[in-house]
């Protein structure tokens, strides 16, 4: 039997742990940390870690917050997913850039940040709708090399919003085969993001000069 993903979470709300632990039973967090310079005082063995983007206290504005922190986590050598409010797809992108493996919305269900930290864990990349669409956006200028129709096709139906079960069943393919294509292409891009130069992603992202600052 597969040992379950052990999971460390990085945010400065205590209650945000036993939430996680009530809503996702079968997840074994094993740390939580209100701050990066805790966790990496912790350094607990992890195959992932659930980061909060906005970590800095806001009374006193120390410690690590933002794409600087995904960059401290993933540094330390450590599988991220960002856990996160922020919605824009050109911050999500930089997350990504900044080495994030993946990136979840707190609004999302129970059911799909359980696969988010599953996928992360495992070593594959997982991306929000938002973000699909900035891959897709890509695709359309030519920006990313080597996908395939049947990725493509994928991606569009992903990024409108659509279920699993419909792409597989609009494709004639089953779900696990959807869902393949789709880790392939999120695989491809979230190394095209990080491997792109700054001046070359605003140009087939459209984006004016200095959108995307390192």
């Known amino acids: 039997m597969t040992s379950p993903a052990r999971v460390a979470v990085i945010d400065n709300l205590p209650v945000i742990l036993a939430g996680l632990r009530a809503v996702l039973p079968d997840v074994d967090f094993v740390a939580q940390a209100s701050s990066v310079e805790q966790f990496m005082t912790l350094a607990p063995a992890v195959d992932v870690v659930v980061l909060d983007l906005k970590l800095t206290d806001p009374r006193s504005r120390a410690g690590l917050s933002g794409l600087a922190a995904v960059r401290a986590v993933t540094a330390a050598g450590c599988r991220v997913l960002v856990w996160t409010e922020e919605e824009r797809p050109l911050i999500l992108a930089q997350c990504i850039r900044s080495g994030a493996r993946g990136i979840s919305h707190k609004t999302d269900t129970p059911d799909r940040l359980e696969d988010a930290i599953l996928t992360v864990a495992a070593g594959d990349a997982w991306f929000t709708t938002s973000i699909l669409g900035l891959a897709e956006l890509a695709d359309r200028r030519h920006g990313m090399p080597t996908v ?67």
Request: hydrophobic share 35%.
């Open 148 to 214: 395939t129709e049947r990725q493509r096709q994928v991606l569009r139906a992903r990024a409108r919003g659509l279920s699993w079960d419909d792409i597989a069943s609009d494709l004639y393919i089953v779900e696990r085969t959807a869902r393949t294509h789709l880790t392939t292409l999120t695989n491809n891009f979230a190394t095209w993001l990080r491997e792109t130069s700054p001046a070359d992603l605003e140009h087939h992202l459209g984006l004016r000069p200095g959108d995307i600052n390192d």
